[in-house]
């Protein structure tokens, strides 16, 4: 690059280095062994240069993954000497506070080498179906409970597998699914090194530390415009959390001040870290924080290290948003989800026109269920359901969609495949959207049943859930009306979300998941909106 570089030739090698990291992530999809990657999307792809900044992301991805990245790499180069990796050597590490907040996320990372030296670093980062540890609950009262913990090290060494694929193999549940996704992943970071190196070799780049300037920098000055868009002031906002198990609830709170093109967000005031897994590392609280100000003040240029920049985030040592070490963070997005909706109430009197109300989607509900199938062979799959999201100022919430979580369906037949379970009803729920001037997306009831006889398993299965609002109730925006709290029944009798239960051939377990909030006075809601609703069976006719 030149010293006034050609604002076509940014573009160009900016979208180049982009549909690299797409690439690489259809890669990983297409070569995954689980439906957590294969279907869920729950991955990330990222480019980084030699500085550890980071340049590009895959453009499908989780808020979960992509916001943590742009400080997992520099963690890591802080924590390992870069300078003694050469090609095909790969690293792997999923520490949560290194990298992504809990222990089944596991992160690999490359260097490119480009004329004999270090010029920049790739990473894939992945949920996996499990790492060991206990079943996947927020049960757990510290992080040795939650499964194998793989420091900073190497994963490939000059090309070679480590004796590290022995250690993980021999720790985890479905081992060949978990080792394959790995592989999946390595793949996807092989890709995306030959392609930068190749790309600054086409492009006679020595660096890419002059293109990423010029990257991070446009994205910078974007958000920053963005923000100064916005009167200078100060907004609160909290919430009270009920954590099964605790005897009193968890507090975050927050304040957010605005001061001319940057914002604070303060999460001061946040109750201490707890001995259940709900734990947010600063990594988490970061990622989901940022995520929903990207969406709702930027949301048009990419996002990379620069749009980062304006943006500091505050949260005390030791609280439930940045705990020290072992605290237990399995289930961090219980509360990290729910971040989102804390940023827009503090937002609600300065932007109320981007807002959105409260989802039931919010936090991600999530059911795991392990055990053997009749002919000695083992399953874990996972089901993931979604809530309705909020209604915006301008249009109805969407229907059963994640946010913010941002993951995708997995299919019944995926489901039904990957286990001896049978999805009996999987529907809408009819009039579950709060009412509004714009209503709220639909929720929707989903009912597993566990397969008798030839077709079910050998002994019970172990199912893990996840979910619910921990007491928080899907509430309306501005005028707008709330939805019921999201239930899980086993065999027709209540259950509580957050812990693990037994199921046993034909029983059934169920969920009913709320809709999002309403937007606005329902009694502005247009007629012909109302009679389309009641005519496509949305809302009941009363």
Known sequence: MVDAPDPVRVETSWRRLQSITDEA????VRASFSSVIRDFLDYACVVFDSEGTMLVQSSRSTPGLLGVLPFAVPNAMAEY???TLR????????DPWTGSGHLIDITVLAPIFHRDRIAGYVACSAHHLNVGGRHATIESRDMYEEGLKIPLTLLYERGEPTVVFDFIRVNVREPDKVIGDLRAQVSANALMVERVAAFMAESDLAALEPLGAEITGRSETSMRAAIRALPDGEARAGTSLNIPGLADPVRVELRLSIEGD?????YTGTSGQVARAVNVTLNMTRSYSFYILKCLLDPVVPNNGGSLRPVRIVAPEGSVLNPYRPAATWGRTMIAHMLSELIMEALSGIVPDRILAPSGATPLAYCNLVGERADGGTFFT???MHGGMGALATQDGLSCISFPANCANIPIEIIESDAPLLVRRKSLLPGS?????YRGGLGQRVEIE???GDLGPRGTVLAGLRGGRLGVPVSGALGGEGSFSARAELNGSRIEFGNQVTLKPGDILAFSLPGGGGYGDPADRDPRLIAEDVADGLVPAE
Do not use: F, Q, S, Y
């Open 262 to 266: 940057e914002i604070v967000l303060d």
């Open 25 to 28: 992530a259809t890669a990983l």
């Open 87 to 94: 090609p095909g050597d790969v690293l792997i590490l999923n």
């Open 433 to 437: 959207g709060g009412r509004g001037k």
């Open 450 to 452: 566990v397969l008798d």
């Open 382 to 384: 996972i089901v993931t």
């Open 81 to 83: 000497p870069m300078e």
